[in-house]
């Protein structure tokens, strides 16, 4: 069993969690973290400046709409919004902040993560709380890149399968059979 890092244990400890990005179809990743932090727990406030409402619950346009307290900001935007979200979410006095990768650069933007390390708040930079564990076990701590999840292990040949004779490595016969004058541009 692995512990979670120290910044996502810190970031999982705050009970009022702001999560921007939020969808009104209720089909984006945003919406499945919104939905497993409420899961466990968690006062989870939408954020998205086109809904009123998402999943029977307020949803505020503004970081600065949002009542008191805020303990976390989960940032599940474009990159080019995340910005603006950090720099609202410091100017509240939120120290802990979440930008969200899965694939590519998710909402992790250089510039939010500078503008947060200027004001002295390190941010969690990439990986997602659904594949940080909330309880039991932690299987994969935060991120694919940091933290490899573990191998499979091959299943074991059974009776009847279906075996593949090993390929003959190139012995020196064989080349030795080529001709040199052979043109390569034919190989694949």
Known sequence: MLALPPAVAAFLEGQRIVVA??????HAPANAIFRRLREHGHEVIPLNPNATEIEGQKCFADLSDVPDPIHAVMVVTP???SVEIARAALDRGVRRLWFHRSFGTGSVSRAALELCRARGVE???????LHAAFSGPYLYPLSFDRHPRPQRRPRPVQFGDQLRPARAPLNATKAAEVPASMPLSGLR
């Open 79 to 81: 990159p080019s919004v």
């Open 123 to 129: 941010p969690i930079e990439g990986g997602c709380p």
């Open 21 to 26: 990005g939020v969808s009104r179809s209720g």
